[in-house]
């Protein structure tokens, strides 16, 4: 550290260097920041020349002159060269949180705040277990003018809030984890059913090597971040082991965009009821939770032939936003796994659900991922195209036949 030997003229007296900084606190500040900026998270050892380049900055300057930022306050003199007057900071932001012109900016608080969470998030991450890690997935994509994506910053901030655990990328082609790309894929209006076969082929090749290490004993947590079409999030969630615990998490839109659950809103309930019977075990089933789909719209063939049901929300009108709350998915994932229950008593002859979802993307993926091979039928996900519902894929077909 540099050691500054001015003569600095204070308001009520003279010093001619600034006090040392001693080892103990040197060594307690390192350790609690993780050798890390409190501010941009930057490493602080130089990997190349294997030296120090963190600078511990004065939360409340060293001294009472002018020009000691911060240095007005009533912190004893005595006390400010202690671990808790100071912050680890990378060169640029020291030099920022100590130019004169943003001291407004920066102030006493502010860095005290970016001291104390800073440290404590490094003092969890370090506390956590093998156990505490979640293996991420991410799939984008296919979604006509859609953009999105998840960094893996935000990825880790996210998993951290919600589940206390650190987030991990297996290695993959770009070192950013298990990525499902499918922003290749082609226009479905202009090939049906090429669309939903190549995509299931990229998403079958893209989970390998999930499962190379879940047998490896790699993956005990997963953490899954997706946006796509509707039938494809489905297939994801059939593809997906159950026996690996997972959270699914919720794109969610409005002033900031996150992927964060948020446990202020409404939460939602949900009731599955019939809308027509005939006498047949065929079935259809209707998601009418981010929207609305009403009979007349259903295929022809599917209202002549089908018991029709709907999950629908218990108070609120469907809407884009009814899965905001985690406690909202999880009853409607309940919902759902009644549904599919009572389905075996009233309807046990039933081979394949035809399924017609408008439904936010958790919800989707936890659609394919309840489904028990040896139990239930077989499901054909239909999709919205030219003014009509189609056939899209159906899932655990060969396990039901």
Same mark, same amino acid.
Not at 219 to 229: G, M
Not at 231 to 237: A, D, E, F, T
């Given at each position: 550290?540099?050691?500054?030997?001015?003569? /600095?003229?204070?308001?009520?007296?003279?010093?001619?260097?600034?006090?040392?900084?001693?080892?103990?606190?040197?060594?307690?500040?390192?350790?609690?920041?993780?050798?890390?900026?409190?501010?941009?998270?930057?490493?602080?050892?130089?990997?190349?020349?294997?030296?120090?380049?963190?600078?511990?900055?004065?939360?409340?300057?060293?001294?009472?002159?002018?020009?000691?930022?911060?240095?007005?306050?009533?912190?004893?003199?005595?006390?400010?060269?202690?671990?808790?007057?100071?912050?680890?900071?990378?060169?640029?932001? @020291?030099?920022?949180?100590?130019?004169?012109?943003?001291?407004?900016? &920066?102030?006493?608080?502010?860095?005290?705040?970016?001291?104390?969470?800073?440290?404590?998030?490094?003092?969890?991450?370090?506390?956590? =277990?093998?156990?505490?890690?979640?293996?991420?997935?991410?799939?984008?994509?296919?979604?006509?003018?859609?953009?999105?994506?998840?960094? =893996?910053?935000?990825?880790? @901030?996210?998993?951290?809030?919600?589940?206390?655990?650190?987030?991990? &990328?297996?290695?993959?082609?770009?070192?950013?984890?298990?990525?499902?790309?499918?922003?290749?894929?082609?226009?479905?209006?202009?090939?049906?059913?090429?669309?939903?076969?190549?995509?299931?082929?990229?998403?079958?090749?893209?989970?390998?090597?999930?499962?190379?290490?879940?047998?490896?004993?790699?993956?005990?947590?997963?953490?899954?971040?997706?946006?796509?079409?509707?039938?494809?999030?489905?297939?994801?969630?059939? =593809?997906?082991?159950?026996?690996?615990?997972?959270?699914?998490?919720?794109?969610?839109?409005?002033?900031?965009?996150?992927?964060?659950?948020?446990?202020?809103?409404?939460?939602?309930?949900?009731?599955?009821?019939?809308?027509?019977? /005939?006498?047949?075990?065929?079935?259809?089933?209707?998601?009418?939770?981010?929207?609305? $789909?009403?009979?007349?719209?259903?295929?022809?063939? $599917?209202?002549?032939?089908?018991?029709?049901?709907?999950?629908?929300?218990?108070?609120?009108?469907?809407?884009?936003?009814?899965?905001?709350?985690?406690?909202?998915?999880?009853?409607?994932?309940?919902?759902?796994?009644?549904?599919?229950?009572?389905?075996?008593?009233?309807?046990?002859?039933?081979?394949?659900?035809?399924?017609?979802?408008?439904?936010?993307?958790?919800?989707?993926?936890?659609?394919?991922?309840?489904?028990?091979?040896?139990?239930?039928?077989?499901?054909?996900?239909?999709? &919205?195209?030219?003014?009509?519902?189609?056939?899209?894929?159906?899932?655990?077909?060969?396990?039901?036949?």
């Amino acid at each position: 550290m540099i050691e500054y030997t001015d003569t /600095i003229d204070l308001e009520d007296f003279t010093v001619s260097k600034r006090p040392s900084i001693k080892e103990q606190d040197r060594m307690r500040l390192w350790v609690r920041s993780g050798g890390r900026c409190a501010i941009c998270n930057k490493y602080l050892l130089d990997l190349v020349y294997d030296v120090s380049i963190g600078e511990m900055a004065h939360v409340v300057g060293w001294s009472k002159a002018k020009k000691s930022p911060r240095g007005d306050a009533d912190l004893p003199l005595d006390e400010r060269n202690t671990v808790e007057n100071l912050v680890l900071l990378c060169a640029d932001h @020291h030099k920022i949180v100590d130019t004169k012109a943003l001291l407004e900016e &920066f102030t006493i608080e502010r860095l005290i705040k970016h001291k104390i969470e800073h440290e404590q998030r490094i003092h969890h991450l370090t506390s956590l =277990k093998i156990d505490s890690e979640s293996i991420v997935l991410r799939m984008l994509g296919g979604i006509r003018g859609a953009n999105v994506e998840v960094s =893996k910053e935000h990825a880790r @901030h996210v998993v951290f809030n919600s589940e206390q655990k650190y987030a991990m &990328f297996l290695n993959s082609f770009d070192k950013h984890g298990i990525e499902i790309d499918l922003n290749t894929l082609p226009d479905p209006e202009d090939a049906w059913d090429a669309y939903w076969s190549i995509g299931k082929g990229i998403i079958d090749k893209s989970l390998i090597p999930l499962g190379q290490g879940v047998n490896k004993g790699e993956v005990r947590h997963l953490s899954v971040f997706a946006l796509s079409r509707i039938p494809l999030l489905i297939y994801l969630g059939y =593809k997906l082991d159950d026996k690996i615990p997972t959270s699914i998490y919720q794109k969610h839109r409005g002033e900031e965009e996150t992927w964060l659950w948020s446990d202020k809103e409404l939460i939602e309930t949900f009731e599955a009821r019939r809308l027509s019977t /005939i006498a047949s075990n065929n079935v259809a089933l209707i998601l009418s939770l981010s929207g609305t $789909i009403d009979l007349p719209s259903l295929p022809p063939e $599917i209202t002549e032939s089908c018991n029709i049901y709907e999950i629908r929300p218990l108070v609120t009108i469907p809407n884009r936003n009814i899965f905001r709350n985690k406690a909202s998915y999880e009853n409607f994932t309940k919902s759902y796994h009644q549904f599919l229950s009572q389905l075996e008593i009233d309807h046990k002859g039933c081979k394949t659900i035809h399924l017609f979802p408008a439904i936010p993307v958790s919800g989707a993926i936890s659609c394919g991922r309840g489904l028990m091979r040896d139990a239930h039928p077989g499901i054909t996900i239909y999709d &919205f195209t030219e003014k009509a519902y189609k056939p899209t894929i159906t899932i655990n077909i060969y396990e039901t036949n």
